[in-house]
């Protein structure tokens, strides 16, 4: 159960970070070539944030140990519906449990 106290917690993140509607990056987008892992906010011409992908090279030539690209797709839209989601979701549990 989400206490009150991590509303309250999740309620100042919210406010302090980068305003307006998040989008994920054009990684997500199956008709763009572009590997841009950022996600993006409006308003805003740089990215917000960045998820990493798996360069697909063993560790010993230069590889990294990121989330393999479907996953890394997947992980930038969570993000960025999350954020647009978590006011909403956070009224309704308020909102049920006043009830």
């Given at each position: 159960m989400i206490s009150p106290e991590t509303i309250a917690e999740l309620r100042l993140l919210l406010s302090r970070a980068t305003d307006g509607e998040w989008h994920p990056g054009h990684l997500t987008r199956d008709d763009l070539k572009c590997d841009c892992a950022y996600i993006l906010s409006e308003g805003r011409l740089?990215?917000?944030l960045e998820v990493y992908i798996d360069n697909e090279k063993p560790i010993s030539e230069g590889g990294n140990d990121a989330?393999?690209?479907e996953e890394a797709k997947a992980n930038l839209?969570?993000?960025a519906l999350m954020k647009n989601c978590l006011p909403d979701l956070l009224d309704e549990i308020e909102k049920a449990r006043s009830k």
């Amino acid at each position: 159960m989400i206490s009150p106290e991590t509303i309250a917690e999740l309620r100042l993140l919210l406010s302090r970070a980068t305003d307006g509607e998040w989008h994920p990056g054009h990684l997500t987008r199956d008709d763009l070539k572009c590997d841009c892992a950022y996600i993006l906010s409006e308003g805003r011409l740089g990215g917000v944030l960045e998820v990493y992908i798996d360069n697909e090279k063993p560790i010993s030539e230069g590889g990294n140990d990121a989330p393999p690209r479907e996953e890394a797709k997947a992980n930038l839209a969570l993000v960025a519906l999350m954020k647009n989601c978590l006011p909403d979701l956070l009224d309704e549990i308020e909102k049920a449990r006043s009830k």
